[in-house]
């Protein structure tokens, strides 16, 4: 067993080496070659160092632009800002990689990540589906361009998260504008949904707020739309009816349509 003095000389000893290792870091940084840069910077990324590492690469990818070493460093750079779960940049950084070496051996590896990069910043948002979108078009190209790739079931797993994202967002959307009671807006993002999704997990629910929509429409318009929306509602009913496999869903459109024959011969009396 190492004695009390003994542990604490160690430990002098301990932080003596980690303030020189600073020291030469910070030397690296202000004043280094770029020689000694890169094989710190690389020395660093093995170690999954990669704050560290990134910084000396900053330095050192301009100097190392059009040189035999620049594939190697652009690729390293732009893997440290995805490991270290930067993806707005480690996706444009791959974007780039992958164009200006498109014949690189990391060339698909890098389309991979930088799809996947991009599909994390959506992940992010609840509400911009704009990166969904660009996520989506870059794992179709990489799956198009590779149909053998390693990375192919993640790809589609991918792809098939990010769909369904869509599919989430525009029928929230649509059941948002029925819960403010714009009904209008609803019944028309309901029918895009219903267009757009025909086997969508969601379609009960949407073909039965859709109904709701247009009876509540019908009931709160003026005097002489009444009637005409009433039959645009039971129109609905007879969509729902036939499309809808849930019992309990079906039961709830059952009663909406009691209330529009009701309401239909009460106008008529």
């Keep these: 067993m190492f004695s009390k003095q003994m542990r604490k000389g160690l430990l002098l000893i301990s932080i003596l080496l980690f303030c020189v290792s600073c020291s030469d870091y910070q030397q690296l940084l202000r004043s280094g070659k770029n020689s000694e840069q890169l094989k710190a910077a690389e020395k660093y990324y093995n ?32 893997n440290a800002y995805y490991a270290l779960g930067d993806f707005y940049i ?26 996947r990069s991009t599909a994390e910043l959506a992940n992010r948002s609840s509400l911009e589906q704009r990166d969904t979108y660009s996520a989506l078009e870059k794992f179709q190209a990489f799956i198009n361009d590779y149909p053998k790739s390693e990375y192919l079931p993640k790809s589609n797993e991918y792809t098939k998260e990010l769909n369904e994202r869509l599919e989430k967002k525009f029928y929230d959307i649509a059941k948002r504008y029925h819960h403010r009671e714009l009904y209008k807006p609803a019944i028309k993002s309901f029918d895009n949904y219903l267009l757009d999704y025909p086997g969508s997990k969601y379609m009960d629910l949407a073909m039965y707020y859709r109904l709701e929509s247009a009876y509540l429409l019908a009931i709160n318009s003026f005097e002489n739309l009444v009637q005409e929306r009433l039959a645009e509602a039971e129109e609905y009913y007879e969509l729902f009816e036939i499309r809808v496999q849930d019992e309990d869903i079906k039961e709830k459109g059952a009663k909406i349509l009691g209330n529009i024959q009701e309401y239909q011969n009460n106008i008529n009396l």
């Design 47 to 78: 170690e999954g160092k990669y704050k560290k590492a990134l910084a000396l690469y900053e330095l050192v990818v301009p100097a190392y632009r059009g040189k035999p070493q620049a594939e190697r460093v652009t690729y390293y750079e732009a």
């Design 90 to 115: 480690s996706s444009y950084k791959f974007d780039r990689f992958a164009k200006t070496y498109p014949k690189s051996d990391k060339a698909e590896e890098a389309r991979f990540k930088a799809a």
